[in-house]
């Protein structure tokens, strides 16, 4: 579907880009996550046909983007981080005039703009788009980059400075969008919701590529399993292995099994508890601060 191989973007002397090379499956969320000044803009927007890299080759549904990224906007909806949208103008002309843009008769743009208000929960009423809200706004955006029925979408930040329940509807709305055959990449900086739809993670540092697989993959490279082993101890006594209490319980961590049998057989020993046991697996965040360091 899409094949980036040693992407570089030059930008006089800074380079912001530096061999960049991947390959996003169709039908999958690919995710692309770094440091402030990683590259993953500059990235977005030659993926999007924004700008040409320096160096390299880009292949998206076999077509050679780069030679032709006029043809290749058509296939891709590019979300920007901030929504630039024309505040005096309707939603409902907002979208007819980008539909018309890409060629789309009244008919089409019609259909596709009230799928796309009803599938949204986006409810205008009416309003010129600088007086809706930010997530109204943010909605928006994205029912531009569909209007046309893309099969790439490529997304930056589409969560960014929303609230929770905005940011989470999106979220959601982007699994429907893999559900239905899209293939998106995103860039977020919320690396909980990157870990948790995303198939494969890019992680970019400096312009260079220092990581890329699936999060069992990541976390596998960059740590392993920990265990919690929540239990309750006598009143008014502290337990005899290093733990932290919280509330009612007192947690243990072990990193491996061997510490977990040590420390659940330590417990039952001395009088406590065992009331559960949690694995944890490094997240997204903690692999970026290692990576970071």
Not at 129 to 149: E, P, Q, T
Request: hydrophobic content about 40%; charged content about 25%; overall charge negative.
């Amino acid at each position: 579907m899409i094949e980036a191989s040693s992407l570089s973007k030059m930008y006089g002397n800074i380079t912001a880009l530096s061999d960049v090379s991947f390959t996003c499956r169709e039908g999958e969320i690919f995710g692309i996550i770094g440091h402030n000044g990683a590259g993953k803009t500059t990235l977005l927007k030659i993926l999007s046909g924004l700008i040409l890299p320096t160096s390299g080759s880009l292949s998206i549904r076999g077509q050679n983007s780069l030679q032709d990224p006029m043809k290749v906007r058509y296939e891709t909806g590019y979300l920007p981080e901030e929504s630039r949208l024309y505040e005096t103008m309707l939603v409902p002309d907002y979208l007819r005039f980008f539909g018309e843009i890409y060629g789309l008769d009244q008919v089409t743009i019609q259909a596709r703009a009230d799928l796309l208000l009803a599938q949204l929960s986006l409810q205008p009423e009416g309003k010129q788009i600088g007086n809706l809200s930010k997530g109204m706004k943010r909605k928006v955006a994205i029912a531009r980059s569909l209007i046309h029925d893309p099969s790439i979408l490529i997304y930056d930040e589409p969560g960014s400075g929303l609230d929770p329940m905005t940011s989470r509807f999106i979220i959601e709305y982007l699994k429907e969008l893999r559900v239905q055959g899209k293939t998106i990449i995103l860039s977020a900086h919320n690396l909980a919701q990157v870990e948790e739809i995303c198939d494969h993670v890019m992680i970019l540092k400096h312009g260079k590529v220092v990581v890329l697989g699936t999060m069992p993959e990541l976390r596998e490279q960059f740590g392993s399993i920990r265990y919690e082993i929540w239990f309750i101890w006598p009143e008014d006594q502290k337990p005899g292995i290093i733990a932290e209490q919280s509330g009612k319980f007192w947690i243990s961590v072990a990193h491996s099994i061997e510490g977990l049998n040590e420390i659940t057989s330590t417990i039952n020993k001395s009088g406590g508890t065992v009331e559960r046991i949690e694995s944890k697996y490094p997240s997204l965040e903690e692999i970026l601060v290692k990576i970071g360091k």
